[in-house]
């Protein structure tokens, strides 16, 4: 595939550049905030109307309150990584930006500054408070999209959303009329999740799950025939175990499993709530677990959803004992506790319960409670009137499209978690009450009939609707929850409902979801349904899951925890590039990420190794350049342009380095050295291209930072070395082709320096807009990798003798080189003495030290080298104590206690040094055994 054309309003030329020189170090100060400056002024836009095939992201919606963390650093990196690298491979790729209005989250902030002010969100009025609300908006709203153009995406933020737009509050609109006309939104009770604080119902993504110490009451539930007698209970009651002895009052029934012979006899007696006169019935439910407890449940439907559940099934009432601000309420709640709070009651109800010898036993319990993600405190459940949408036929249309392959889940083993939420769906509680966000179009009469717009004219208010003019129509207050209209956001964004819109026609469905595993059921479950329902296909062709960024102890980041770590802060201290380094190469396999500071570090050397590495090809064609000769050839004068192109841009960019590549790769005169690191480059290119088609970042940015520092930085760079001081033009070319495919290659992970290195080797149009590399099998060379491999190990054979030998890396030394691949080492003998700073010889005098590396035997030397009785009693020494560290080491493991508890990366560290000294010590062993 060619470079591929610039897309419309595309960023073209790369910042001022003096492509002589670079500076002495990388300062990612100095680089990067030009780069995002220019990529958020002039953005990446995506052209509706060309003829490339599309690849769309659309972003997972940020809420408008948030500021950049890890989870999100990590989310953006990944995707942005997607969208360069499509968009290189020829791609109309479209990033799309936006955020999410973040319903409760958005009121606790505003009302929480009206408090700080002396007044409250009911004391303006909805229109005066939703007035603030816009205004804080613009003013403080969106700081994290700023922050993650700091990150360096190249989202098309010309297509910017928000979901309290026009248009997809239109959307929204229009999904609810369209689904209480085709009746699957509907108003009912049923148990929702409620917060006491912010009064308003829950989604579960807005609450977090906590264990917390609280206590088990066992209770003595009164037979009303005495002379029955459960296995469970003395004779004449039934025990129940609850942890919510509060809620008594509230009971309707108690279940027992039907086929539970302990109970078998009670089925259809009633026995008497404690501290009350109320008899309730017993009944049979398959729903109750017999090992759980003590095998009976108290049924209380209207403050637990598996009660709730139970109780449908009966036929049972559903009478609440708990109000809207977690207080006692109700006729059925004896005089003394009416009133109470919720927890302060419970004291008091086990208080009278033990008074009247109804507690049987009270023992300490941990409990997993629902706290509010805003407010923090224990949600309720309760039966209230609400909205719901039935939601299995769109689940069953999901499951066939998955049946079909029309998605796939990266990790594979997400499929069958999103199949079992989506085969056990639930009705769907969308509304909140809340005055921030979509206000459901929905009116009421006097009488309390429901009032919906017409389906031929969804954007006509009831109340203004010719046909009920006559009527005194009450709006619904309440506002739609947050994901009603997030769930729409893959092709709201796109233009839905209007299905005729470019975008929508061009872009849709969307080709990759990129998001964390924890809201597979809140997110990306409903945008499937709601795709599904509303546009008749999938929303996107991959689900790609990671995992959820942890501490380095691998705990949940929070501010309650003081564990947090601001993206920001590494940003500055590493530099982006770093930073996406590091989110890109813990990523592996949708397993959670624990922050691993060395990571960090690990990308800011290899930043810094790229660009020293760029620096010393710049001087040394720079050097090489006046003394170039040329045959008169044509094809010695392109490359002489082209190596000149990297010091004084020429117009039109001569040669590209794909073009260079394939010219001097046909050269009979191309070194060893050359052979090998193309044939090298072409396997890369092949594996990290194999790797991110598989959405596999990680793998491929491990893959291509060992080829770079590796192969490229100290292996060819050193070897090349001698025929650069020459000058000599195919390695000039190589060296230059080589490292600008590279940064191709790095670019998506790493765009900041490789943008800024591209422009040093004289490109005007920036890296992002040129072609992603492509394997060529015309460049494999197995000749030219089996004998620069042995020219490998002569060198680390080499440099190990030197090291046995105690003598620094940059003494000299004379080796002999022997074994079936000697003729291939002799033959780059100046590639081997420079690397390795040896001499090879034909022979040598006296005992000799030998090693062998992978076919390849080097001696070198030990008379007039070394005094040999001190040496041999230096390695036995030596020998001695990797023999301590070992055993050390071994003892630490096989202790149970010390593996019990010692940290998972203690207890590999130690492994690790059982490994390496083990190493050692066998080489060293191989060495002394010359001697026995």
Not at 684 to 700: N, P, S, W
Not at 728 to 737: C, E, I, N, Q, S
Request: glycine content about 6%; overall charge negative; hydrophobic content about 40%.
């Amino acid at each position: 595939m060619t470079d591929p054309a610039p897309q419309s309003s595309a960023p073209q030329s790369a910042p001022e550049n003096d492509a002589s020189t670079l500076a002495k170090q990388f300062d990612p100060q100095a680089v990067e905030p030009q780069w995002a400056a220019k990529w958020r002024t002039e953005p990446f836009r995506a052209d509706a109307t060309s003829g490339k095939e599309p690849f769309t992201i659309v972003i997972p919606p940020p809420n408008v309150t948030g500021n950049l963390h890890l989870g999100h650093a990590l989310d953006n990196t990944l995707i942005d990584t997607l969208i360069r690298f499509k968009r290189m491979q020829g791609f109309e790729a479209l990033y799309l930006p936006g955020m999410d209005h973040a319903g409760i989250s958005t009121q606790v902030v505003v009302e929480r500054q009206l408090r700080d002010g002396g007044t409250s969100r009911h004391d303006l009025g909805r229109e005066a408070f939703l007035e603030r609300v816009w205004d804080w908006k613009a003013e403080s709203g969106g700081m994290i999209l700023n922050q993650l153009s700091r990150l360096g995406v190249s989202a098309d933020w010309t297509r910017e959303r928000f979901t309290m737009d026009e248009g997809l509050s239109r959307a929204v609109r229009w999904q609810f009329v369209k689904l209480y006309h085709d009746g699957f939104a509907y108003r009912g009770e049923r148990i929702v999740n409620w917060d006491p604080a912010a009064q308003t119902t829950l989604s579960e993504l807005e609450i977090d799950r906590e264990v917390r110490k609280g206590k088990m009451s066992t209770l003595a539930y009164k037979l009303r025939d005495p002379a029955a007698a459960p296995s469970n209970g003395e004779a004449g009651e039934i025990r129940i175990a609850t942890v919510r002895p509060e809620t008594i009052f509230a009971d309707q029934a108690i279940a027992v499993h039907p086929q539970d012979p302990r109970f078998a006899h009670l089925i259809g007696q009633e026995a008497r709530i404690p501290l009350t006169d109320r008899y309730v019935p017993i009944i049979a439910d398959e729903a109750v677990e017999m090992e759980f407890g003590v095998g009976a449940l108290k049924i209380t439907p209207a403050h637990d959803p598996t009660d709730f559940e139970i109780g449908e099934r009966h036929g049972l009432a559903r009478p609440s004992v708990i109000d809207l601000q977690g207080n006692l309420t109700g006729d059925l709640v004896p005089a003394e506790f009416r009133g109470m709070e919720r927890f302060a009651a419970r004291k008091a109800v086990v208080k009278a319960l033990t008074e009247s010898g109804d507690l049987l036993d009270e023992k300490d319990h941990d409990t997993a409670i629902g706290l509010s993600e805003r407010t923090k405190v224990p949600v309720e459940p309760i039966v209230s009137e609400q909205w719901f949408v039935k939601m299995k036929p769109f689940a069953d249309q999901v499951l066939a499209g998955l049946d079909a392959g029309e998605m796939q889940l990266v990790p594979e083993r997400y499929a069958k978690v999103n199949r079992d939420w989506l085969e056990n769906i639930r009705d769907w509680n969308i509304s909140r009450q809340l005055w921030w966000g979509h206000q459901i179009p929905a009116w009421y009469d006097e009488d309390g009939n429901i009032y919906v717009p017409d389906p031929e004219n969804p954007d006509l208010d009831c109340d203004q609707d010719p046909r009920y003019q006559h009527l005194n129509l009450r709006r619904d207050p309440d506002v739609f929850d947050t994901w009603f209209s997030s769930n729409l956001w893959p092709f709201s964004t796109l233009g839905w409902p209007d299905t005729d819109h470019e975008d929508f026609r061009k872009f849709y469905p969307t080709q990759v979801l990129v998001t964390g595993y924890d809201i597979l059921f809140f997110w990306v479950a409903r945008m499937q349904m709601a795709a599904y329902g509303l546009t008749g296909q999938a929303p996107f062709h991959t689900v790609m899951l990671h995992g959820l960024y942890l501490d380095a102890k691998g705990q949940k980041m929070s501010k309650s925890k003081g564990n947090g770590i601001d993206p920001l802060e590494l940003f500055d201290g590493y530099g982006v590039d770093a930073c996406r380094f590091a989110f890109s190469y813990l990523s592996t396999g949708g397993q959670d990420i624990k922050h691993d500071p060395r990571r960090f570090e690990q990308g800011r050397n290899f930043a810094n190794k790229l660009w020293n590495a760029a620096r010393f090809a710049l001087l040394r064609l720079g050097e090489a350049l006046p003394n170039l000769q040329t045959s008169g050839s044509e094809a010695d004068e392109a490359l002489i342009r082209y190596v000149q192109s990297a010091l004084d841009p020429l117009p039109g960019e001569p040669m590209r380095s794909r073009d260079a590549i394939t010219t001097v790769r046909a050269r009979p005169d191309l070194g060893l050295a050359e052979r090998w690191i193309l044939s090298r480059l072409n396997a890369v290119t092949a594996e990290a291209t194999a790797h991110l088609d598989a959405f596999d970042i990680g793998a491929a940015i491990r893959s291509l930072y060992a080829f770079t520092w590796d192969e490229f930085c100290d292996w060819y760079i050193e070897a090349a070395k001698p025929a650069l001081s020459e000058g000599k033009l195919t390695t000039l070319v190589t060296l230059k082709a080589t490292l600008e495919h590279i940064l191709k290659l790095l670019h998506p992970f790493m765009p900041f320096i490789t943008s800024e290195l591209y422009a040093g080797l004289g490109h005007r149009r920036q890296v992002a807009l040129h072609s992603w590399p492509r394997p060529d099998d015309a460049l494999r060379d197995p000749e030219a990798e089996g004998a620069f491999d042995a020219l490998r190990a002569a060198v680390a054979a080499a440099r190990s003798l030197k090291s046995e030998l105690g003598l620094a890396p940059q003494d000299r030394l004379n080796v002999v080189v022997e074994g079936e691949r000697a003729a291939t080492v002799h033959d780059n003998a100046r590639v081997v003495e420079s690397l390795a700073r040896v001499a090879l010889v034909p022979a040598l005098e006296g005992r000799t030290l030998s090693l062998v590396e992978r076919g390849v035997t080097v001696r070198a030397p030990l008379e007039g080298t070394v005094d040999i009785a001190d040496w041999l009693g230096k390695q036995k020494k030596r020998l001695a104590e990797f023999d301590k560290q070992i055993k050390q080491a071994q003892g630490k493991l096989s202790n149970e206690g010390f593996v019990a508890r010692a940290p998972a990366e203690v207890i590999e560290e130690e492994k690790r040094r059982v490994a390496d000294f083990g190493a050692q010590k066998e080489r060293l062993e191989q060495v002394l055994a010359q001697f026995a």
